[in-house]
């Protein structure tokens, strides 16, 4: 009712006063009528900005193939560099992704306000280009661990950047949907890591290919981002207005420019970016919707997705499926719940599939926790392992996986939404990391039953959380967010 009125506002704002109307022919003045109604309900074509999400992509697609790069090679490259046998030294080789990843996202959101968009996706190509060709030819375990390091730099600098192009440049009904591309892609870059790594067991040095094959996405983001949008959102914030009104034009359609400036102007008066400190993303106005991003981010790993990933291929190995397989299944469960998420994202809205999907998961940990108690022996036990980690997977997918990517990036105001970005994408990593270290120790104290009540338990407090926090951004503008948000502090 309320968008039928403002509509209503915006016709009858456009009406020339009562005493000129009788200079006007009334076949002018109704085509102005029917001008105003057709701007005021029509969407932009979606055709247009379709193309740059695609390029934009190309970074998630990275970053799940270097997540998954070494799992397949890891036992070939420890016996080529000599550190065969060395857990310590295999963990290094998969971890220091993490260390690199971290610096990438904190330093993310000062590099995309200050150079752009555009050039902060050629900005994370390069150390991934240089950290493959590093990783590829190194002879020791120093030289695949510097390689590893540049890789996680890149890693950690393109999704934040991601997540900001594709919410900005993307129109609002169709926004949820392109935010759901980047879960996809990193699916399938996953999925594409472990389909690249099969023959590492019967060529000698294929782990070598495995990572050179990164080149190539890399250098197609690099080259193609040349000539890809840069986001009006930028471009405005830093006073370049025709330059916005320009890319507004290639992404939304010449009869569309106006009013996405003129939504523009309600919230972005030309604060300088660059003046947002830490502190007051911490402790000033903005601490609430940062602490929601954080809070998202933080949840979504301690519900232990990453835990389940680790640990899935043991699971699969006692029902008597082989690991290759048990990827196989893990990343179409994976691959499955994004497409679905994808085709609801805009339908349901953003609060509903978090709602949905954390309880999903968590219901799924309890299948797991009785899977592993004493009430339940042999082969039933085992399937209830494996359906309720599948189930977990997918349920994963649906929300909690890119939901926050999608989410923060719309909550956030223009002023400081890289920057939050950057801090909440550092959350994560820290989260990530620590799961990931002492995932295995707590299992040996706990036993998996305790430990995954632990996780259902988080997955429970994120159902809570969700309701109480975090608000519905389905269909409405970055504007109508952010000044339905600011009207709240």
Known sequence: MWSHQRESLSIY???????????????DYSALLQSSVDEESSNPPWRLSLPYV??????????????????????SISSDLGFSGDTLAEGLVVSTCLAGAFAGSLFSGWI?????????????????????????????????????????????LGPPVASLYVTEISPAFVRGTYGSFIQIATCLGLMGSLLVGIPVKEI???????????????????????????????????????????????LLGASHVKS???????????????????????????FRVVFIGSALFALQQLSGINAVFYFSSAVFRSAGVPSGLANVFIGVANLSGSIVA??????????????????????????????????????????????????????????????????????????????????????????????????????????????YSIFAAFCLLAVVFVKRNVIETKGKSLQEIEIALLSQI
């Open 13 to 27: 704002q456009r009406i020339p006063p009562k005493e000129n109307l009788d200079q006007m022919d009334m076949e």
């Open 54 to 75: 695609l390029v934009a992509t190309i970074t998630s697609f990275l970053f799940g193939y270097h997540l998954g790069v070494v799992n397949e090679p890891l036992e």
């Open 112 to 156: 995309a306000d200050g150079l752009g968009r555009r050039r902060a996706f050629q900005l994370c190509a390069l150390p991934m280009i240089l950290g493959a060709f590093v990783s590829a030819k190194s002879k020791t375990l120093m030289g695949m661990l510097l390689g590893r390091l540049l890789v996680g730099t890149g890693m950690g």
């Open 204 to 250: 000698s040095g294929w782990w070598r290919v495995c990572f050179l094959l990164s080149i190539v996405p890399a250098t197609i983001l690099c080259l193609s981002m040349s000539f890809c949008a840069e986001s009006p959102h930028w471009l405005y914030k830093r006073g370049r207005i025709t330059e916005a009104e320009a890319e507004f034009e290639r």
């Open 260 to 286: 996405a400036i003129a939504e523009l102007s309600k919230s972005d008066r030309g604060d300088d970016s660059d003046s947002v400190t830490i502190s007051e993303l911490l402790y000033g106005r903005h």
């Open 342 to 451: 994808m085709a609801l994202m805009d339908k349901l809205g953003r609060r509903v599939l978090l709602l949905c999907s954390f309880f999903g998961m968590a219901m799924s940990m309890l299948l797991q926790v009785f899977s592993a108690s004493s009430y339940l022996k042999g082969s039933g036990a085992l399937y209830l392992s494996v359906g309720g980690m599948l189930m977990f997977v997918l349920t994963f997918a649906l929300g909690a996986g890119p939901v926050p990517g999608l989410l923060l990036p719309e909550i956030f105001p223009s002023r400081i939404r890289a920057k939050a970005m950057a801090v909440c994408m550092s959350v994560h990593w820290v989260i990530n990391f620590f799961v990931g270290l002492l995932f295995l120790r707590l299992l040996e104290l706990l036993g998996p039953s305790l430990l």
